[in-house]
């Protein structure tokens, strides 16, 4: 049954699947239909195949958010910017998968879901960046302030190029995965 006593929704198995979504052959059913934002909200309150990715990445948004006034000795830290950079971090993650997973069947197509898979790469690029920036400055507090902007410009520089190099190796991915597409097309055409 769909939210608020709507139509009961008809899950799909995977042969039904437009081919951007089909890239796990061992789950074979319960797969929601396209559909638009209201629909994938809706899968919210019925259990098919993404239930438990969207669940265990977006009860941890909620267990974030209701400790924000615990996680941290908001004022003892000297640097401002900290305390804001490490929720953001906390949060970044689950913020983005949580969103890939709800909204992946979303009608727009592949286009659409290959921005979803980017911002859900993105989240964890922020985690691992901004995650970082508490002991880098922690490490850093010490030195001059000359070397301590040295330090924070190197480390701006390096994750930059991580994230040029992350979204460098997803294109190259989802070029591969055109190509096994293909190449397992003409090996299975007659």
Wanted: glycine share 6%; hydrophobic share 50%; with cysteine.
């Amino acid at each position: 049954m769909g939210l608020l006593g709507d139509a009961p929704v008809c899950l799909k198995q995977w042969h039904e699947l437009p081919p951007h979504l089909r890239f796990n052959r061992f789950v074979t059913k319960h797969y929601r239909p396209l559909d638009d934002w209201k629909g994938c909200l809706s899968s919210l309150f019925y259990v098919h195949n993404e239930t438990v990715n969207i669940l265990t990445h977006g009860v941890p948004i909620l267990i974030i958010l209701a400790s924000l006034r615990t996680m941290l000795p908001w004022g003892d830290i000297d640097v401002d910017y900290l305390p804001v950079v490490h929720v953001v971090a906390c949060l970044a993650p689950w913020v983005g998968s949580t969103l890939y997973h709800l909204f992946m069947n979303h009608r727009s197509g592949e286009g659409f879901y290959k921005r979803l898979l980017s911002v859900d790469m993105l989240g964890i690029w922020v985690a691992q960046n901004a995650g970082s920036l508490a002991p880098l400055c922690a490490t850093v507090y010490c030195l001059q302030y000359r070397w301590q902007v040295a330090v924070m410009v190197m480390y701006a520089l390096a994750s930059s190029f991580s994230l040029y190099k992350a979204r460098r190796a997803l294109f190259l991915l989802t070029e591969l995965i055109l190509i096994s597409k293909i190449t397992i097309t003409i090996t299975i055409t007659p």
